[in-house]
């Protein structure tokens, strides 16, 4: 069978296929987030990590056949939208606090950097992100792409626990937090909105394909959200 994309499925490890693509011209982690969500859709008792550049799937060898798997892949990318290159469909900004209480890490930004903290501010929200996907825990946000001139590495002893909406740096990307968990990047505020809820129909609020715009608040305007 020919898929409408040119994919490539590689086999990693015998429980583990990978796939890629090979046109340049395909929004790449739009295409992914579309493939894994069919995937799931079928009920096929599959894992998917969708990436920037390649879907991973996991399966079971003992109940399931890997060539049946990559034929049903093949068969699901039939159903995907053509994702046209750097094609943004919305826009969406969030609020962030960026008061200490909630920048855990902002006096080592400011080391790092040697900016001022309104500098660091000004470059981390006066300009627009693209989504570029979700994933890692459920509904966390990559962004991208970051100002150079607050560019740090992972944190060498990631966190044990952030709060839910904390915002992270790290490299050339930006990310939200959806939910509490463990955290690898250096946290630069927080937003009071709710990023990832079951309650609703859709339990992403940000999506790939999306455009988002930080907006600095005060910690009067973060509370008074967060009680709303």
């Known amino acids: 069978m020919v898929s409408q994309f040119p994919i490539v499925i590689e086999e990693i490890s015998e429980d583990l296929l990978q796939v890629k693509l090979k046109e340049n011209k395909i929004d790449y982690p739009y295409f992914f987030w579309q493939l894994s969500q069919h995937i799931l859709k079928s009920q096929n008792n599959l894992e998917v ?53 909630f920048a855990l890490d902002m006096k080592n930004i400011l080391n790092h950097t040697g900016l001022s903290r309104r500098e660091v501010i000004g470059e981390h929200c006066h300009r627009k992100y693209e989504v570029k996907m979700i994933g890692f825990t459920p509904g966390f946000v990559y962004l991208g792409e970051l100002s150079e001139k607050i560019k740090l590495p992972r944190l060498t002893n990631p966190r044990p626990f952030v709060p839910k909406g904390s915002i992270g740096i790290a490299n050339n990307r930006t990310g939200i937090y959806p939910i509490q968990g463990p955290a ?14 079951t309650k609703r129909n859709d339990p992403f609020l940000i999506l790939p394909r999306m455009e988002l715009i930080f907006e600095q608040i005060t910690k009067s305007e973060f509370n008074a959200m967060l009680r709303d």
């Open 184 to 197: 690898g990047w250096s946290i630069i505020g927080r937003t009071p909105i709710n990023l990832f809820d």
């Open 49 to 101: 990590v969708p990436g920037e550049d390649s879907l991973v799937i996991q399966f079971n060898p003992v109940l399931q056949d890997r060539e049946e798997i990559k034929e049903e892949i093949y068969k699901l990318t039939e159903s995907i939208d053509a994702p046209v290159k750097n094609k943004l469909e919305r826009s969406i900004t969030v609020p962030v606090c960026y008061d200490d209480e």
